[in-house]
C-alpha cells in the first residue's frame, strides 16, 4: 500500500473511530461509569501540607508538582539549553496578500558545531517594528513549516495546503488542519511563528531514541530526556529565546498553541515556562488537558503502546492502573494560574475525552480563585462559548481565564477553532484591531 493510500485509510479509520455512538455518549455530560477521585489540587500532596495562598502554592506546591510531573508522566524537559540564532532571511516581504512579511531563522540548541538545529518561520504584520511591537502566537507543526505557511520557498517541507492527499486530510479534520488562516491572523495584528520538531525531536520511536541521547550528552547528569512530548515543550522555549529577542515582537504578550500531540507539549511548556502568557491545547487528551483517572477516550494503555516514546517509562506503569498516579492534569493546568488557559473540544472527539478535559479545568480552577482570579467560569459542558453562539468578549470574560470549548465534529483544526482561538487571544493578548470571525 501506497503512502497516499496509508495516510487516507487511517484517517478514515481514526474519523469513523470518533464518530461512533460510543463516541457521542462518552463525550456527553454525564459519564455513567465511577471514576477514582483525582486529588484535590490545594490537599495534602507527598507530604506537603494544604495550601493556603498564593505564596505557598508558587513557593512549596509548583516545585513539588513539576518534580512529579518529570518523574511520573513527562520525563526531564530540558530547559537548561537554550536556543539562539545562527541565521535568518526575508523569504516574502509581500506574504498573504501583502498582509505581512514572512521570514525563517535558523536556530542551535545549545552549543558546539554538533549542536542540534530547527528551523522557525515567521510572519509579521505590516508596520511590526521596534516602536510598533506585536504580540506572538507560537505553534509547532506536524509536517513541516512549508505547510503552515503553504509556502515551498521555506526550507521545511512536508504536507503542501493542495492535492489529492491534503484535500482528502483537510475533508476529515478540518480545513485549517495544515494552513491555517495567515492573512486573517496577521490583519488581525499578530506575528504567527510555527517550527517542525522532527530535527530535535522526531515522532518515531527509533529516530527519538537517537536524539534522546544526543540531548542527554548535552545535559546535567540525571537530566536526559526520556519522552519527546518533554523535548517539544522545550522546544517552545528555544523558539522563544529566539523570537522574544526581537525588537518587534511584544515578549509580554505570547500564546503558544498546539492541536493534539503539540497541544500537550504547549500545556506542558505554559505549565513549566512563565515567559508564556496565555496557551490553547486543542484537543490534547491523554497525557495532555484530559485527566489520567478519566476512563472515556484513549486510555494510558493505548496512548503508551501506540507511542512508547512520548512519555517518561514510569507512565506506563499506570496503563490500568490509572487510580495510582500521584498526579493528574489539572495539577499541571494549574501550574499555569493565573494565565490564561483555553481547552478546544470537539464533541465527537471521543478519544480526547471532553468530559474528562472539562473536568481539569474544573479541578484547577481554586488555584485560580487562590491567585484572585476567576477560573473556570463556565457552569457545565453546555456552557460553551460556541453553544451560546458566538459570544462578544464581555460574555467570554464572564467565562474566566479558564475556557472550556467545544464545537460539532470530531479531532481536527476547523474555522470555528480559529474563530475561537483568535477571540481568546484577542481578549488576553491581542490588540484586538478588529473581532470579525475567519471568514471560510
Known amino acids: 500500500m501506497g503512502l497516499f493510500a496509508r495516510v487516507v485509510a487511517g484517517a478514515v479509520l481514526f474519523a469513523a473511530a470518533a464518530c461512533t455512538p460510543l463516541g457521542l455518549n462518552t463525550a ?11 486529588p484535590a489540587v490545594l490537599g495534602a500532596f507527598e507530604g506537603d501540607a494544604p495550601v493556603t495562598s498564593a505564596e505557598e502554592w508558587t513557593r512549596r506546591r509548583v516545585p513539588l508538582l513539576r518534580a512529579a510531573f518529570e518523574k511520573e508522566v513527562y520525563g526531564p524537559v530540558p530547559q537548561e539549553l537554550h536556543g539562539s540564532v545562527v541565521s ?3 523569504v ?3 506574504f498573504a ?3 505581512g512579511v514572512l521570514e525563517e531563522i535558523d536556530v542551535r540548541i545549545g552549543e558546539g558545531e554538533s549542536a542540534p538545529r530547527f528551523r522557525i518561520a515567521i510572519a509579521l504584520p505590516r508596520g511590526a517594528a521596534a516602536d510598533h511591537k506585536v504580540p506572538l502566537i507560537l505553534n509547532q507543526n506536524f509536517c513541516g513549516n512549508a505547510g503552515t505557511f503553504d509556502m515551498q520557498e521555506l526550507s521545511d517541507g512536508g504536507c503542501m495546503n493542495h492535492g489529492a492527499m491534503s484535500s482528502v486530510i483537510r475533508l476529515i479534520f478540518g480545513k485549517y488542519i495544515m494552513t491555517g488562516p495567515n492573512q486573517m491572523i496577521l490583519e488581525r495584528g499578530y506575528a504567527y511563528a510555527t517550527m517542525y520538531a522532527g530535527p530535535f525531536a ?7 531514541q537517537v536524539q534522546l541521547e544526543a540531548l542527554g550528552r548535552m545535559l546535567p547528569e540525571g537530566r536526559k530526556p526520556q519522552g519527546v512530548v518533554a523535548v ?7 523558539a522563544l529565546d529566539v523570537l522574544e529577542a526581537d525588537p518587534r515582537i511584544d515578549a509580554s504578550k505570547t500564546a503558544v498553541w498546539g492541536h493534539s500531540r503539540q497541544g500537550k507539549a504547549a500545556l506542558l511548556a505554559a505549565a513549566f515556562d512563565p515567559r508564556i502568557e496565555a496557551v490553547i491545547p486543542l484537543q490534547a487528551g491523554k497525557g495532555g488537558a484530559t485527566l489520567t483517572r478519566a476512563y472515556a477516550g484513549e486510555s494510558v494503555k493505548q496512548i503508551t503502546k501506540s507511542y512508547p516514546h512520548w512519555f517518561a517509562p514510569n507512565y506506563t506503569r499506570y496503563a490500568d492502573h490509572e487510580a495510582d498516579i500521584p498526579v493528574d492534569q489539572h495539577q499541571l493546568i494549574a501550574m499555569v494560574a493565573p494565565r490564561p488557559v483555553m481547552l478546544g473540544n470537539g464533541w465527537k472527539d471521543v478519544w480526547s475525552d471532553p468530559n474528562g478535559a472539562y473536568r481539569s479545568a474544573l479541578g484547577a480552577s481554586p488555584v485560580y480563585q487562590l491567585m484572585g482570579k476567576r477560573g473556570l467560569g463556565q457552569a457545565g459542558m453546555k456552557d460553551s462559548p460556541e453553544i451560546k453562539g458566538a459570544p462578544s468578549n464581555k460574555d467570554r470574560a464572564e467565562m474566566g481565564e479558564l475556557e472550556w470549548f467545544i464545537r460539532p465534529g470530531g479531532h481536527g483544526v476547523r474555522v470555528v477553532d480559529w474563530d475561537e482561538m483568535l477571540a481568546f487571544c484577542d481578549r488576553w493578548i491581542g490588540p484586538q484591531k478588529n473581532s470579525e470571525p475567519v471568514k471560510q
Open 28 to 38: 456527553s455530560t454525564n459519564i455513567q461509569k465511577e471514576e477514582a477521585a483525582h
Open 97 to 99: 496578500n501583502g498582509a
Open 202 to 208: 522526531a515522532d518515531d520511536p527509533a529516530a527519538a
Open 88 to 90: 535568518r532571511r526575508v
Open 92 to 94: 516574502d516581504t509581500n
Open 232 to 238: 517539544w515543550a522545550a522546544g517552545f522555549g528555544w
